[in-house]
C-alpha cells in the first residue's frame, strides 16, 4: 500500500480557483473509484467529489456546478479543478480510492491517508 501523493493547495481569494492533483498508485483497473475529499477545522473528514474507473462522477450539492473531478489513466493522476471559492471549501484535501460501490468510501479505502493538501480561501 502507497500512501496517495496529494498537492496544488494554496492560499486563495473568495472567488478564485486552485487545481489539485493526486499522484497514486492504483490503475483504474485495481479500483472501483477515486475520490477527493476534505476536512475541515474541527470537522470530520467527508467525500466531496468521486470518479469512477469508467469515469462517472458525482458531487456533493455544495460543490456542484463549482468543482470538476478528471483523471489522467496514463499516469494514474486525478485532479480535483476547484473553481468560485468560498470561505466555506477551507480544508485539508485528500484523494483515496476504494474498490466496490459496496465499500463505505470514508472507511474502507484502499490506501493509507496521505497528508494532503491545503486549501485556504480567505481575503
Known amino acids: 500500500q502507497v500512501q496517495p501523493v496529494e498537492s496544488g493547495g494554496g492560499l486563495v481569494q473568495p472567488g478564485g480557483s486552485l487545481k489539485l492533483s493526486c499522484a497514486t498508485s492504483?490503475?483504474?483497473?485495481?479500483?472501483?473509484?477515486t475520490g477527493w475529499y476534505r476536512q475541515a477545522p474541527g470537522q470530520q473528514r467527508m467525500l466531496v467529489t468521486s470518479i469512477t474507473n469508467e469515469g462517472r462522477t458525482n458531487y456533493v450539492n455544495s460543490v456542484k456546478g463549482r468543482f470538476t473531478i478528471s483523471r489522467d489513466n496514463a499516469d494514474n493522476t486525478v485532479y480535483l479543478q476547484m473553481n468560485s471559492l468560498t470561505p466555506e471549501d477551507t480544508a485539508v484535501y485528500y484523494c483515496n480510492s476504494f474498490s466496490s460501490p459496496s465499500k463505505d468510501p470514508l472507511t474502507e479505502v484502499l490506501d493509507p491517508w496521505g497528508q494532503g493538501t491545503l486549501v485556504t480561501v480567505s481575503s
Open positions: 492504483r490503475s483504474i483497473f485495481s479500483i472501483y473509484a
